[in-house]
């Protein structure tokens, strides 16, 4: 058996394996797939034209505060029917400056009423209680825009505990679940922390579609049969999300496919080339996803 056909027996497989799904889904609920713009080389107009024939719902891209940026996603959105959510941080080590710089990307995408706010909030070197700050901010905002804090390394949601202690204090939390960071963080498929991963999954608004392991958040091919376990879990875990937002009411239940590029999709040795084609990947998984939650 040549590469190409161990390829497409491997692929298939996996389809078969992830395509048939639970019903999990309310009547008036609906699931949105949107793409990242991550390590797409092309402008706004571009990638928007590639999102839309691939069958995507939406993009979710950083907020950007320039007017020419804005008019251009704002234009192309409307050109090719796209939705949109936004990514939103504060950079550096100072505290105030970096709360400062978050809280006015947030304001200003607010404007937009986009899909959601996706915030890589804080860092994992604030305390606690600057930490806090963070989310105090999201939950005094009200309106029909969620903000949202996505479970990322680096950032304060970085570990299953943390974050734990987060949603104790702060009820009204909500997340973006990237349960692939945890996966790494914590070395493991987090079998031994169960119960406070399932609240994390009660409290999850949005879900990053990529597939981590135990030694790192990205599998280098969530198609390939040596990931079936992995792939598994990760389907288990989106499952019982999707399921507690489509209880709760939730009407628009989103998704993002963010497998990534080099070096965050392993390369080979060298000559760097990647081990396989990024934006390919991407569209198995928004394939994968519509297929399982559909109707």
């Not at 709360?99 to 304001?107: I, M, T």
């Not at 905002?141 to 299953?160: D, F, P, Q, W």
């Not at 914590?186 to 949005?206: I, K, Y």
């Not at 079936?228 to 489509?246: C, F, G, I, P, T």
Request: hydrophobic share 35%.
């Amino acid at each position: 058996m040549n590469r190409r056909e161990f390829m497409g027996r491997s692929a298939g497989g996996a389809v078969a394996l992830t395509m048939a799904g639970p019903a999990v889904l309310s009547p008036q609920a609906e699931v949105l797939v949107l793409a990242t713009d991550w390590g797409f080389e092309g402008d706004i107009y571009a990638l928007c034209k590639k999102v839309r024939q691939a069958g995507y719902d939406g993009i979710e891209v950083w907020w950007s505060s320039d007017p020419v940026r804005k008019q251009q996603l704002r234009e192309a959105l409307k050109e090719y029917n796209l939705r949109v959510g936004f990514l939103c941080a504060g950079n550096g080590a100072d505290f105030k400056a970096h709360l400062e710089q978050y809280k006015g990307a947030v304001e200003q995408a607010l404007e937009w009423e986009p899909l959601y706010i996706n915030s890589h909030s804080g860092k994992d070197f604030f305390t606690f209680e600057q930490n806090s700050r963070f989310i105090e901010f999201s939950l005094e905002k009200k309106g029909a825009t969620e903000i949202l804090h996505e479970t990322h390394r680096g950032r304060m949601c970085y570990s299953v505990p943390v974050t734990t202690a987060f949603l104790a204090r702060y009820p009204e939390m909500k997340l973006t679940l990237d349960i692939s960071h945890w996966t790494n963080v914590h070395e493991s498929l987090l079998d031994d922390q169960a119960g406070a991963v399932n609240e994390a999954l009660r409290h999850t608004r949005h879900i990053h579609a990529r597939v981590g392991h135990q030694q790192g958040p990205q599998v280098n091919d969530p198609r390939a049969p040596e990931w079936e376990n992995v792939m598994k879990r990760h389907l288990e875990w989106w499952d019982s999300a999707v399921k507690y937002q489509s209880e709760s009411g939730k009407k628009q239940i989103t998704f993002l496919t963010e497998f990534g590029p080099p070096t965050y999709l392993p390369t080979l040795p060298y000559t760097r080339q990647p081990l396989v084609n990024q934006w390919e990947v991407n569209v198995y998984m928004l394939n994968l996803l519509k297929a399982r939650y559909r109707k």
